[in-house]
């Protein structure tokens, strides 16, 4: 599995709800690293290259010493639509 699929799937099974504003839930890099299997930086520099892709999103600055993720509304919904169709 690419890494950046690893990453996308532990993204995917952490966010429980869309919209959530509240980013103090939002998944941390650390958590996001830990369920892949992958340092902290590689998750990030793979976080950050998803937000590019429109698939993720950041929090505007740093919470606790440390960015934090979500799905994006576009990837949230692509979601859905599979889990309704399976």
């Given at each position: 599995m690419l890494i950046?699929?690893?990453?996308?799937?532990a993204l995917k099974q952490r966010c429980e709800a869309f919209p959530n504003d509240d980013y103090c839930l939002w998944i941390?890099?650390?958590?996001?690293?830990?369920?892949s299997g992958l340092g902290i930086y590689q998750t990030r520099n793979t976080l950050l290259k998803l937000v590019d892709q429109g698939k993720a999103q950041v929090t505007p600055s740093l919470?606790?010493?440390?960015?934090?993720?979500?799905?994006?509304?576009?990837?949230?919904?692509?979601?859905t639509r599979y889990y309704q169709a399976s």
């Open positions: 950046a699929e690893r990453v996308f799937d941390s890099t650390r958590t996001l690293a830990e369920d919470m606790s010493n440390t960015l934090r993720w979500y799905l994006s509304e576009s990837a949230w919904q692509e979601q």
